[in-house]
Protein backbone atom coordinates (compact mmCIF):
# COMPACT_ATOMS: atom_id res chain seq x y z
CA UNK A 1 0.00 0.00 0.00
CA UNK A 2 1.46 3.46 -1.14
CA UNK A 3 -0.42 5.87 1.01
CA UNK A 4 -2.95 6.75 3.11
CA UNK A 5 -5.42 9.60 3.25
CA UNK A 6 -7.58 11.09 6.31
CA UNK A 7 -10.48 12.79 6.01
CA UNK A 8 -11.04 15.67 8.23
CA UNK A 9 -14.78 16.55 7.75
CA UNK A 10 -15.10 19.71 9.47
CA UNK A 11 -14.94 23.56 8.09
CA UNK A 12 -14.79 26.59 10.14
CA UNK A 13 -17.45 28.19 7.46
CA UNK A 14 -18.79 27.07 3.77
CA UNK A 15 -17.23 28.63 0.75
CA UNK A 16 -19.89 28.82 -1.88
CA UNK A 17 -18.08 26.46 -4.47
CA UNK A 18 -16.94 23.07 -2.74
CA UNK A 19 -19.33 20.12 -2.46
CA UNK A 20 -17.14 18.19 -0.36
CA UNK A 21 -18.25 16.22 2.93
CA UNK A 22 -17.64 18.56 5.66
CA UNK A 23 -19.63 20.37 8.66
CA UNK A 24 -19.30 23.51 10.47
CA UNK A 25 -20.70 21.98 13.73
CA UNK A 26 -17.44 21.13 15.50
CA UNK A 27 -19.68 19.45 18.81
CA UNK A 28 -18.52 16.12 17.42
CA UNK A 29 -15.13 16.80 16.57
CA UNK A 30 -13.45 15.18 20.11
CA UNK A 31 -15.71 12.16 19.09
CA UNK A 32 -14.73 12.20 15.15
CA UNK A 33 -10.62 11.82 15.66
CA UNK A 34 -11.40 9.38 18.69
CA UNK A 35 -13.41 7.35 15.46
CA UNK A 36 -10.83 7.74 13.25
CA UNK A 37 -8.06 6.53 15.14
CA UNK A 38 -10.63 3.67 15.71
CA UNK A 39 -10.87 3.14 11.77
CA UNK A 40 -6.72 2.94 11.48
CA UNK A 41 -7.02 0.00 13.98
CA UNK A 42 -9.72 -1.87 12.60
CA UNK A 43 -8.23 -1.90 8.59
CA UNK A 44 -4.67 -2.74 9.80
CA UNK A 45 -4.64 -6.12 8.17
CA UNK A 46 -6.42 -4.82 5.32
CA UNK A 47 -3.76 -4.77 2.76
CA UNK A 48 -0.74 -7.09 3.11
CA UNK A 49 2.39 -5.38 2.35
CA UNK A 50 4.50 -6.92 -0.23
CA UNK A 51 7.72 -6.39 -2.21
CA UNK A 52 5.83 -3.86 -4.43
CA UNK A 53 4.13 -1.94 -1.64
CA UNK A 54 6.66 -2.99 1.44
CA UNK A 55 4.93 0.29 3.99
CA UNK A 56 2.85 3.10 4.33
CA UNK A 57 4.82 5.84 1.74
CA UNK A 58 2.50 8.97 2.79
CA UNK A 59 -0.09 10.15 5.26
CA UNK A 60 -2.49 12.77 4.04
CA UNK A 61 -4.44 15.07 5.94
CA UNK A 62 -7.56 16.18 3.76
CA UNK A 63 -10.78 17.58 4.33
CA UNK A 64 -12.79 19.79 4.79
CA UNK A 65 -10.12 21.63 6.90
CA UNK A 66 -7.77 18.73 8.70
CA UNK A 67 -5.67 22.77 10.21
CA UNK A 68 -9.22 23.06 12.67
CA UNK A 69 -7.73 20.15 14.81
CA UNK A 70 -5.27 20.67 17.37
CA UNK A 71 -2.22 19.81 17.16
CA UNK A 72 -2.86 16.89 19.90
CA UNK A 73 -5.30 15.68 17.71
CA UNK A 74 -3.25 15.12 14.78
CA UNK A 75 -0.45 13.64 16.60
CA UNK A 76 -2.43 10.95 17.73
CA UNK A 77 -3.46 10.11 14.22
CA UNK A 78 0.00 10.23 13.03
CA UNK A 79 0.60 8.33 16.34
CA UNK A 80 -1.79 5.63 15.46
CA UNK A 81 -0.89 5.01 11.83
CA UNK A 82 2.76 4.24 13.01
CA UNK A 83 1.29 1.91 15.36
CA UNK A 84 -0.51 -0.31 13.69
CA UNK A 85 1.24 -0.07 9.92
CA UNK A 86 4.59 -0.79 8.18
CA UNK A 87 6.19 3.17 7.96
CA UNK A 88 8.56 4.22 5.12
CA UNK A 89 11.66 6.05 7.41
CA UNK A 90 11.19 9.26 5.57
CA UNK A 91 7.07 9.43 4.39
CA UNK A 92 5.33 12.40 3.30
CA UNK A 93 3.07 13.28 5.65
CA UNK A 94 1.11 16.25 4.07
CA UNK A 95 -1.37 18.93 5.98
CA UNK A 96 -4.25 20.85 4.25
CA UNK A 97 -4.49 24.13 5.88
CA UNK A 98 -6.49 27.57 5.60
CA UNK A 99 -4.13 30.61 6.28
CA UNK A 100 -6.31 31.83 9.51
CA UNK A 101 -5.34 28.23 11.21
CA UNK A 102 -1.59 29.20 10.39
CA UNK A 103 -0.02 31.02 13.21
CA UNK A 104 3.55 30.87 14.07
CA UNK A 105 3.08 28.67 17.18
CA UNK A 106 0.78 26.33 15.15
CA UNK A 107 3.01 26.57 12.17
CA UNK A 108 6.04 25.69 14.62
CA UNK A 109 4.33 22.58 16.60
CA UNK A 110 3.11 20.67 13.05
CA UNK A 111 6.86 20.67 12.23
CA UNK A 112 7.60 18.94 15.33
CA UNK A 113 5.52 16.45 15.14
CA UNK A 114 6.31 15.39 11.98
CA UNK A 115 4.17 17.30 9.15
CA UNK A 116 7.10 17.94 6.34
CA UNK A 117 4.26 19.35 3.79
CA UNK A 118 1.47 22.09 4.02
CA UNK A 119 -0.60 22.49 1.16
CA UNK A 120 -2.28 25.75 2.13
CA UNK A 121 -5.84 26.49 0.69
CA UNK A 122 -4.86 30.65 -0.57
CA UNK A 123 -7.31 30.45 -3.62
CA UNK A 124 -6.42 34.21 -3.87
CA UNK A 125 -4.46 37.08 -2.92
CA UNK A 126 -7.14 39.11 -4.03
CA UNK A 127 -10.18 40.65 -1.53
CA UNK A 128 -13.01 40.55 -3.55
CA UNK A 129 -12.50 37.01 -5.06
CA UNK A 130 -12.09 35.64 -1.33
CA UNK A 131 -15.34 37.39 -0.53
CA UNK A 132 -17.41 35.67 -3.45
CA UNK A 133 -16.33 32.56 -2.67
CA UNK A 134 -17.16 32.95 1.21
CA UNK A 135 -13.39 32.12 2.46
CA UNK A 136 -12.65 32.44 6.25
CA UNK A 137 -9.58 34.40 5.33
CA UNK A 138 -8.59 37.38 3.93
CA UNK A 139 -5.73 38.61 1.77
CA UNK A 140 -3.53 40.10 4.25
CA UNK A 141 -3.55 36.87 6.26
CA UNK A 142 -2.84 35.01 3.07
CA UNK A 143 0.39 36.37 2.89
CA UNK A 144 1.07 36.59 6.60
CA UNK A 145 0.50 32.86 6.49
CA UNK A 146 3.41 32.10 3.61
CA UNK A 147 6.11 34.53 5.19
CA UNK A 148 5.64 32.53 8.79
CA UNK A 149 5.15 28.86 6.60
CA UNK A 150 8.46 29.29 4.91
CA UNK A 151 10.01 29.61 7.76
CA UNK A 152 9.56 26.17 8.84
CA UNK A 153 8.56 23.88 6.28
CA UNK A 154 10.55 23.52 3.10
CA UNK A 155 7.78 21.66 0.83
CA UNK A 156 4.90 23.86 0.39
CA UNK A 157 2.03 23.89 -1.74
CA UNK A 158 -0.39 26.38 -2.65
CA UNK A 159 -3.68 26.36 -4.10
CA UNK A 160 -5.08 28.90 -6.49
CA UNK A 161 -8.42 29.15 -8.62
CA UNK A 162 -8.83 30.71 -11.91
CA UNK A 163 -11.62 31.40 -13.92
CA UNK A 164 -13.46 33.40 -11.33
CA UNK A 165 -15.95 35.95 -12.62
CA UNK A 166 -14.54 39.29 -12.66
CA UNK A 167 -10.86 38.23 -12.95
CA UNK A 168 -8.59 39.61 -15.41
CA UNK A 169 -5.92 38.28 -17.12
CA UNK A 170 -3.80 41.21 -15.75
CA UNK A 171 -5.50 39.98 -12.00
CA UNK A 172 -4.84 36.30 -12.26
CA UNK A 173 -1.01 36.79 -13.51
CA UNK A 174 -0.62 38.94 -10.07
CA UNK A 175 -2.16 35.94 -8.14
CA UNK A 176 0.18 33.89 -9.55
CA UNK A 177 3.28 36.03 -9.58
CA UNK A 178 2.60 36.71 -5.85
CA UNK A 179 2.78 32.94 -5.09
CA UNK A 180 5.96 33.08 -7.11
CA UNK A 181 7.56 35.66 -4.94
CA UNK A 182 7.43 33.32 -1.57
CA UNK A 183 9.63 30.61 -3.38
CA UNK A 184 6.46 28.03 -3.06
CA UNK A 185 7.73 24.89 -5.11
CA UNK A 186 4.59 23.90 -6.17
CA UNK A 187 0.81 24.90 -7.23
CA UNK A 188 -2.16 23.32 -7.35
CA UNK A 189 -4.83 25.47 -9.57
CA UNK A 190 -8.11 24.66 -10.69
CA UNK A 191 -11.03 26.49 -12.51
CA UNK A 192 -13.84 27.34 -10.78
CA UNK A 193 -16.74 25.06 -11.23
CA UNK A 194 -20.14 25.18 -10.46
CA UNK A 195 -21.54 22.15 -8.58
CA UNK A 196 -25.21 21.58 -8.44
CA UNK A 197 -25.94 21.70 -4.09
CA UNK A 198 -23.51 24.65 -3.67
CA UNK A 199 -24.27 28.41 -2.62
CA UNK A 200 -22.25 29.66 -5.68
CA UNK A 201 -24.90 27.84 -8.25
CA UNK A 202 -27.54 29.64 -5.98
CA UNK A 203 -25.94 32.66 -6.52
CA UNK A 204 -25.45 32.51 -10.16
CA UNK A 205 -29.39 31.09 -11.06
CA UNK A 206 -30.74 34.46 -8.84
CA UNK A 207 -28.41 36.65 -10.69
CA UNK A 208 -26.45 37.87 -7.62
CA UNK A 209 -22.79 36.48 -9.55
CA UNK A 210 -22.25 35.65 -13.11
CA UNK A 211 -21.61 32.47 -14.38
CA UNK A 212 -18.16 31.46 -15.24
CA UNK A 213 -16.92 31.49 -18.52
CA UNK A 214 -14.49 28.61 -20.16
CA UNK A 215 -13.40 30.59 -22.44
CA UNK A 216 -12.32 32.66 -19.78
CA UNK A 217 -10.75 29.95 -17.83
CA UNK A 218 -9.38 28.48 -20.88
CA UNK A 219 -7.76 32.04 -21.03
CA UNK A 220 -6.36 31.72 -17.43
CA UNK A 221 -4.61 28.10 -17.79
CA UNK A 222 -2.46 28.92 -20.53
CA UNK A 223 -1.46 32.04 -18.32
CA UNK A 224 -0.59 29.55 -15.53
CA UNK A 225 1.02 26.84 -17.87
CA UNK A 226 3.23 29.60 -19.47
CA UNK A 227 4.04 31.53 -16.32
CA UNK A 228 4.85 28.30 -14.33
CA UNK A 229 7.32 26.08 -17.22
CA UNK A 230 8.61 29.75 -17.56
CA UNK A 231 10.10 29.84 -13.80
CA UNK A 232 11.15 26.08 -13.67
CA UNK A 233 7.76 24.38 -12.93
CA UNK A 234 6.96 20.87 -14.57
CA UNK A 235 3.27 20.13 -15.04
CA UNK A 236 3.34 16.78 -14.13
CA UNK A 237 -0.72 16.73 -13.77
CA UNK A 238 -3.31 18.52 -15.10
CA UNK A 239 -3.94 21.11 -12.33
CA UNK A 240 -0.35 20.38 -11.01
CA UNK A 241 2.81 22.16 -11.10
CA UNK A 242 6.35 21.31 -8.88
CA UNK A 243 9.59 21.93 -9.21
CA UNK A 244 11.95 18.81 -9.54
CA UNK A 245 11.85 16.86 -6.48
CA UNK A 246 8.74 18.55 -4.99
CA UNK A 247 6.21 16.95 -6.79
CA UNK A 248 3.27 15.20 -4.32
CA UNK A 249 4.16 12.08 -3.82
CA UNK A 250 0.52 10.89 -2.21
CA UNK A 251 -0.97 12.31 -5.61
CA UNK A 252 1.27 10.90 -7.83
CA UNK A 253 0.88 7.40 -6.32
CA UNK A 254 -3.16 7.76 -6.98
CA UNK A 255 -2.65 9.45 -10.43
CA UNK A 256 -0.26 6.05 -11.11
CA UNK A 257 -2.61 3.53 -9.65
CA UNK A 258 -1.32 2.56 -6.38
CA UNK A 259 -2.66 1.48 -3.24
CA UNK A 260 -4.04 3.39 -0.80
CA UNK A 261 -6.22 3.60 2.81
CA UNK A 262 -8.63 6.31 2.71
CA UNK A 263 -10.40 7.15 6.01
CA UNK A 264 -13.23 8.84 7.64
CA UNK A 265 -16.36 9.78 6.19
CA UNK A 266 -16.75 10.02 2.19
CA UNK A 267 -13.05 9.07 2.14
CA UNK A 268 -11.98 6.33 -0.65
CA UNK A 269 -10.06 3.32 -1.04
CA UNK A 270 -8.45 1.49 -3.72
CA UNK A 271 -6.32 -2.17 -3.38
CA UNK A 272 -5.60 -2.45 -6.85
CA UNK A 273 -8.85 -4.67 -7.72
CA UNK A 274 -12.11 -2.74 -6.46
CA UNK A 275 -13.17 0.75 -4.76
CA UNK A 276 -14.74 1.84 -1.73
CA UNK A 277 -15.72 4.40 -0.39
CA UNK A 278 -17.30 5.14 3.62
CA UNK A 279 -20.50 7.20 3.88
CA UNK A 280 -20.42 10.69 3.65
CA UNK A 281 -22.33 11.22 6.62
CA UNK A 282 -20.86 12.25 9.80
CA UNK A 283 -23.49 10.81 12.70
CA UNK A 284 -23.80 7.48 10.49
CA UNK A 285 -19.89 7.18 10.24
CA UNK A 286 -19.25 7.65 13.96
CA UNK A 287 -22.38 5.17 15.01
CA UNK A 288 -20.98 2.07 12.85
CA UNK A 289 -17.53 2.69 13.45
CA UNK A 290 -18.47 3.40 17.76
CA UNK A 291 -19.75 -0.56 16.95
CA UNK A 292 -16.55 -1.92 15.25
CA UNK A 293 -18.17 -1.58 12.03
CA UNK A 294 -17.17 -0.32 8.51
CA UNK A 295 -19.98 1.51 6.97
CA UNK A 296 -18.81 1.43 3.49
CA UNK A 297 -19.28 0.31 -0.06
CA UNK A 298 -16.96 -2.22 -2.25
CA UNK A 299 -17.36 -2.01 -6.11
CA UNK A 300 -15.12 -4.94 -7.92
CA UNK A 301 -13.97 -2.96 -10.73
CA UNK A 302 -14.04 -4.40 -14.06
CA UNK A 303 -11.35 -4.78 -16.76
CA UNK A 304 -13.31 -1.93 -18.57
CA UNK A 305 -13.54 0.07 -15.06
CA UNK A 306 -9.50 -0.40 -14.66
CA UNK A 307 -8.86 0.81 -18.58
CA UNK A 308 -10.89 4.11 -18.23
CA UNK A 309 -9.67 5.12 -15.01
CA UNK A 310 -6.13 4.49 -16.57
CA UNK A 311 -7.06 6.77 -19.53
CA UNK A 312 -8.49 9.28 -17.23
CA UNK A 313 -5.73 9.32 -14.82
CA UNK A 314 -2.75 8.70 -17.66
CA UNK A 315 -3.94 11.41 -19.75
CA UNK A 316 -3.73 14.45 -17.16
CA UNK A 317 -0.09 13.62 -16.20
CA UNK A 318 3.33 13.81 -17.24
CA UNK A 319 3.79 9.86 -17.80
CA UNK A 320 0.93 9.76 -20.34
CA UNK A 321 -0.88 6.68 -21.50
CA UNK A 322 1.41 3.77 -21.92
CA UNK A 323 0.30 1.73 -25.52
CA UNK A 324 2.39 -0.84 -24.44
CA UNK A 325 0.72 -1.22 -20.91
CA UNK A 326 -2.71 -0.78 -22.59
CA UNK A 327 -1.76 -3.99 -24.69
CA UNK A 328 -0.34 -6.03 -21.61
CA UNK A 329 -2.74 -5.31 -19.38
CA UNK A 330 -6.00 -5.02 -21.54
CA UNK A 331 -5.40 -6.76 -24.88
CA UNK A 332 -4.96 -6.09 -28.46
CA UNK A 333 -8.91 -5.12 -28.71
CA UNK A 334 -8.91 -2.21 -26.44
CA UNK A 335 -5.44 -0.85 -27.81
CA UNK A 336 -6.83 -1.13 -31.67
CA UNK A 337 -9.81 0.75 -29.56
CA UNK A 338 -7.75 3.20 -27.83
CA UNK A 339 -5.93 3.66 -31.65
CA UNK A 340 -8.84 4.13 -33.51
CA UNK A 341 -10.51 6.96 -31.07
CA UNK A 342 -7.76 9.16 -30.58
CA UNK A 343 -6.85 9.82 -34.35
CA UNK A 344 -9.78 12.28 -34.39
CA UNK A 345 -7.62 14.62 -31.47
CA UNK A 346 -4.67 13.50 -32.98
CA UNK A 347 -5.32 14.99 -35.85
CA UNK A 348 -6.68 18.35 -34.36
CA UNK A 349 -3.55 18.38 -32.64
CA UNK A 350 -4.81 17.91 -29.08
CA UNK A 351 -3.06 14.68 -28.41
CA UNK A 352 0.15 13.14 -29.57
CA UNK A 353 1.87 9.63 -29.67
CA UNK A 354 5.85 9.69 -28.67
CA UNK A 355 7.88 6.90 -28.04
CA UNK A 356 4.71 5.02 -27.42
CA UNK A 357 3.29 7.50 -24.76
CA UNK A 358 -0.41 9.25 -25.70
CA UNK A 359 -0.45 12.60 -24.29
CA UNK A 360 -2.36 16.01 -25.10
CA UNK A 361 -0.65 18.38 -26.46
CA UNK A 362 -0.43 21.81 -24.79
CA UNK A 363 -3.42 22.80 -26.77
CA UNK A 364 -5.32 19.83 -25.64
CA UNK A 365 -4.23 20.09 -22.32
CA UNK A 366 -7.14 22.06 -20.89
CA UNK A 367 -9.74 19.84 -22.71
CA UNK A 368 -7.88 16.31 -21.40
CA UNK A 369 -11.00 15.31 -19.42
CA UNK A 370 -13.45 15.74 -22.29
CA UNK A 371 -11.22 13.79 -24.31
CA UNK A 372 -10.67 11.76 -21.97
CA UNK A 373 -13.97 10.26 -22.00
CA UNK A 374 -14.96 10.07 -25.40
CA UNK A 375 -11.25 7.48 -24.96
CA UNK A 376 -13.35 5.52 -22.49
CA UNK A 377 -13.85 1.95 -23.56
CA UNK A 378 -18.24 1.21 -23.41
CA UNK A 379 -20.55 -1.53 -23.74
CA UNK A 380 -18.18 -4.18 -24.34
CA UNK A 381 -20.34 -7.02 -24.06
Not at 32 to 55: G, I, N, T, Y
Not at 308 to 331: A, P
Amino acid sequence: MSGIYIHIPFCKQACHYCDFHFSTSMKKKDEMVLALAKELQLRKDEFQFDAEFPCIETIYFGGGTPSVLTVKEIQLLIDTVRQNYSVSQNPEITLEANPDDLSEENLSAFAAIGINRLSIGIQSFFEEDLKLMHRAHDSAQAKKCLELATKYFDNISLDLIYGIPGMTNERWRQNIETALSFGIPHISSYALTVEPKTALNKLIQTGKVAAPKDEVAQEHFMILVETLEANGFLHYELSNFGKENYFSRNNSAYWLGKKYLGIGPSAHSYDGVSRSWNVANNALYLKAIQNSELPREVELLSQEDRYNEYIMTGLRTIWGVSLIRIEQEFGTDYLNYLKQQSQKFISDGLLVITDGILKPTLKGKFLTDGIASDLFYLNLE
